[in-house]
């Protein structure tokens, strides 16, 4: 999901900068909590600047749908990954971190647990079958580590990602516990309900995932339906440029000192949610924000429901530029991970691959920039790759190294579609997307799902291609 440095110098450098256009389609109304077949979070926070850390309450309603019943719910606790620190020296953070929960119960009876490393497990005291519900809580301490990846404070701004216990996906196989990794996004979560109260310092405003208020104030309510999970950046240091594509708010936020690229990035957001929108489908939500900053080691720009960060810059053969192809990567995102979900972990190339693919095509229609050469030759080298390592497209992250995932998940895939655009033209391939994007919204898809409908729309049996690019079969 993240742009990686890795990732992004090699693309950069080949792209080059222009004007964009504006358009304003029209989004649908922001969806409301419904029913009891998705999780509904309420969450209670305090942040404080000072001690840089996170206290409060939070209650899960369990979803009632299940195939088989539960004796235990699983939850993540992604920021231990930042207390004992396991993985390379150049991206350990300058302080620890840590997500500490304690008092757990469920439907108000305490209950045992077992936390190990990034997991909490939470013994029920019966087993939960399928139509039923419960409701666990708990209370948490998040402390922010100094220089984490994705959870990190710089000056005045707390940038808060999988920053409360997150309950793990349970499917037809099971419980989804992978465990946390550095390569790609280890993070799997299912379409979830959220309302959350924030108690921030005086002077400090709430960007999130939800709808959020047009001034600063203490006490901050947000409510979100329908999103995978839930960012939140708290600052007294940003700005913003405001502006709006039919019903949905498009914001970008700034420091001192981004004057230069903020307006063009603004216009770049504008406009790719318009392109979007139009070759794709409606975006569902009422606003999305666009956070500048650097996030963590190796990272370029995020992507969260309705919130993404993106740096500010990126080199170029012409020296610095703005961050455009960042901007509208991590904005195709809300398509292909945000709304269309996939298991991240098992099947990364499902939305980084698509999202690159749409990357591209943003800044060939809209930028003028093709980049077909370079993805043919980044294409050949992964069929090198697969030739010495063995690893295809479709792996899960563990299988990968950093420079590897970026060629296969992100790129090889990308150069996939732009064959199969000039295998089926671009109308037919965008109708392919456009209808994956209306049958699998708010869902998880899988590789076997996108070919299907492929199939399907084309009138085709792609099974071969799609088997070649992406097993390297024939």
């Not at 850390?53 to 993540?76: I, T």
């Not at 800044?363 to 993805?375: A, F, P, S």
Request: net charge neutral; aromatic share 12%; with cysteine.
């Amino acid at each position: 999901m993240q742009i990686r440095w890795v990732y992004t110098v090699f693309l950069v450098m080949l792209i080059g900068m222009g004007s964009l256009g504006l358009s304003l389609p029209t989004a649908q109304a922001a969806v409301q909590p419904t029913g009891k077949e998705r999780p509904y979070y309420r969450l209670e926070a305090t942040y404080s600047n000072e001690s840089q850390s996170v206290c409060g309450h939070m209650k899960v309603r369990l979803p009632d749908q299940r195939q088989q019943a539960w004796n235990e719910v699983y939850f993540h606790l992604y920021p231990n990954a930042f207390k004992d620190w396991k993985w390379g020296a150049e991206s350990k953070p300058e302080k620890p971190g840590y997500l500490k929960v304690n008092k757990v119960k469920v439907d108000g009876v305490p209950v045992s647990t077992q936390e190990k490393g990034t997991l909490l497990k939470v013994k029920l005291k019966r087993p939960l079958k399928t139509g039923e519900t419960a409701e666990v809580e708990m209370d948490y301490e998040l402390k922010i580590p100094k220089g984490g990846t994705r959870l990190n404070v710089y000056g005045n701004t707390a940038f808060l990602a999988q920053w409360y216990p997150m309950l793990a996906v349970h499917d037809s196989k099971g419980w989804h516990t992978d465990p946390y990794t550095t390569t790609g996004d280890p993070f799997f979560s299912q379409v979830s309900d959220f309302e959350v109260k924030f108690q921030v310092p005086k002077g400090y405003q709430i960007i999130s995932s939800a709808r959020d208020a047009e001034k600063p104030t203490s006490t901050v309510f947000l409510r979100q339906a329908r999103v995978r999970d839930f960012a939140v950046v708290i600052t007294k240091d940003y700005e913003p440029i405001k502006g709006k594509i039919g019903n949905t708010s498009v914001n970008l936020w700034y420091l001192k000192g981004m004057e230069d690229v903020a307006q063009p990035l603004h216009d770049a957001a504008v406009s790719s949610m318009s392109f979007f929108t139009k070759k794709f489908g409606a975006y569902p939500y009422r606003e999305v924000d666009v956070v500048l900053g650097e996030t963590g080691y190796g990272i370029a720009g995020m992507e969260y429901p309705g919130l993404v960060t993106s740096v500010a810059r990126i080199p170029t053969r012409n020296g610095e530029q703005a961050a455009v192809n960042v901007v509208a990567h991590e904005l195709a995102h809300q398509w292909w991970y945000g709304v269309v979900g996939n298991n991240q972990v098992k099947e990364p190339w499902l939305d980084e691959g698509l999202t690159t693919f749409s990357e591209l095509l943003f800044m060939h229609d809209q930028m003028g920039q093709n980049e077909r050469e370079w993805l043919m030759r980044a294409a050949q080298r992964t069929d090198e790759i697969y030739k010495q390592k063995g690893v295809t497209s479709v792996e899960s992250l563990y299988k990968y190294s950093d420079p590897i995932y970026g060629l296969m998940v992100y790129t090889r895939p990308a150069a996939m579609m732009w064959e199969l655009v000039d295998r089926l033209g671009k109308e037919q391939v965008l109708k392919i997307l456009h209808t994956y994007y209306d049958q699998y919204q708010f869902q998880t898809a899988t590789t076997e799902d996108f070919i299907q409908v492929a199939n399907r729309v084309s009138g085709q049996n792609l099974r071969p291609f799609f088997e070649r690019w992406l097993y390297f079969k024939g």
